[in-house]
């Protein structure tokens, strides 16, 4: 197993790297300017990143995520040859999109690669993998165990040449922002279907479609995430045509599982990164501040809370990227239990580091002054995202020990 980095992958990270340097951190704190409550217009993508998009997207730094069976769409990238492409893109919680890159649009832009029709492709994927619209994918609910996906109560019954949807969801990401214009939406077209998994089905619908009616913002541990945001949403007699349905009735479950393992790797990639990033700051940290009488390195807590950082970081970097080489090797549905234990690993470790970074800062480290505080925050909720801890734990302990039964 060879995780050496091809010349192809290096030239793009100091391509990455540079761009980062002379483009991305110099804009963090004006980013956290647009996120402020009195700006009016927070929830929409600001032109500076959207200039910094045209930038990237002309230096070939540009959805570098899909890999190769997506044809055409993709640029030749493995999962294994994204992975430290997509560290370096989450040190910076909103970088990502400065190279389309971002989760929802990421997941989205894959299921209608994979699963879309040619219509849809043109109506939808094209402008997404242009960078002209942004989406989301509305599949949580505040009222069932959204976990277990065949809990999901949202319905989708068909009347005539339309499908209608009626149902609640929540912390739909990305439903807040202005230039999203079109969601995934996951619901049941057939609640009685004795095949629990072919209960559910996934449609396309605009966010201009009469019904749809966004409550408000979310909040993840007091951040709201402007521009993106975490929208509660109701849709009261939301009416799309036929064509709108992904792949055909009682095929969500299965696009859900197709999208869904990527996605977990690419946060875990990015989780990585970040941790990567809290502990450069707590070497930087450590050897500035001065504390009772020397430098805070002289400190054996210190040394220590740095020494282990570095250790779960790699370990959690390795393991992504064993994970990732799977998946190109023998498929995502092979790769499943790899990208189980990543998705376990990568946020707790994060959130560790973070912590610990956190701590060594001071005060400071629980301010806007850092990143640390609001990628805390993130990390805290990826322990959710694409399926809680909890779950990934339950299914991996099941799998692995029915080997030996």
């Known amino acids: 197993m060879d995780f050496e980095y091809s010349a192809q992958v290096k030239a793009l990270l100091t391509q990455l790297n540079a761009f980062m340097d002379t ?8 980013m956290q300017a647009h996120h402020r409550h009195d700006n009016p217009q927070r929830w929409s993508t600001p032109e500076w990143l959207q200039d910094l998009q045209a930038k990237a997207q002309a230096e070939g730094l540009w959805n570098l995520f899909l890999p190769p069976v997506y044809g055409a769409y993709s640029p030749g ?3 294994l040859e994204y992975a430290p492409l997509a560290e370096v893109m989450g040190r910076v919680t909103w970088a990502p999109e400065v190279f389309n890159c971002n989760a929802p649009d990421t997941g989205n832009m894959e299921v209608l690669a994979k699963y879309g029709s040619d219509w849809q492709r043109t109506q939808w994927l094209e402008p997404l993998l242009a960078g002209k619209i942004r989406s989301a994918f509305a599949m949580t609910e505040p009222d069932v165990a959204s976990s277990d996906a065949t809990n999901i109560a949202t319905r989708i019954e068909r009347d005539a040449d339309d499908y209608v949807i009626n149902g609640h969801k929540f912390y739909i990401s990305g439903a807040c922002r202005q230039q999203c214009e079109i969601l995934i939406v996951m619901g049941k077209t057939d609640p ?3 095949n629990r998994y072919q209960q559910q089905s996934m449609i396309l619908v605009p966010m201009n479609t009469p019904g749809v009616r966004v409550i408000r913002p979310m909040q993840v541990l007091g951040f709201d995430d402007a521009p993106e945001g975490h929208a509660e949403i109701v849709f009261e007699n939301v009416r799309v045509p036929l064509e709108h349905m992904i792949l055909g009735e009682g095929r969500g479950f299965e696009i859900a599982q197709g999208r869904l393992g990527p996605g977990r790797i690419h946060h875990c990639m990015r989780s990585v990164g970040a941790a990567q990033r809290a502990l450069e700051m707590m070497c930087q940290r450590a050897n500035q501040r001065t504390a009772f009488g ?3 390195i002289k400190q054996q807590s210190v040394r220590e809370d740095i020494a282990k950082s570095a250790c779960e970081i790699e370990q959690a970097r390795l393991l992504t990227l064993m994970a990732a080489q799977r998946m190109d090797v023998a498929g995502n549905k092979h790769a499943k239990e790899l990208i189980a ?5 990568a946020p707790n470790m994060a959130l560790d580091v973070l912590d610990r970074a956190i701590q060594l800062h001071g005060a400071v480290g629980l301010s806007q002054d850092t990143f ?15 399926g809680p801890d909890a779950v990934h734990m339950m299914q991996l302990g099941r799998n692995l020990a029915g080997r030996y039964a």
């Open 294 to 296: 020397r430098p805070l």
């Open 341 to 345: 234990m990543i998705k376990i690993v």
């Open 23 to 30: 483009h991305v951190y110099p804009n963090e704190q004006r």
């Open 192 to 194: 009685d279907h004795s």
């Open 77 to 79: 990238l493995t999962n």
């Open 372 to 386: 640390l505080a609001s990628m805390f925050a993130w990390q805290r909720a990826l322990r959710f995202a694409d």
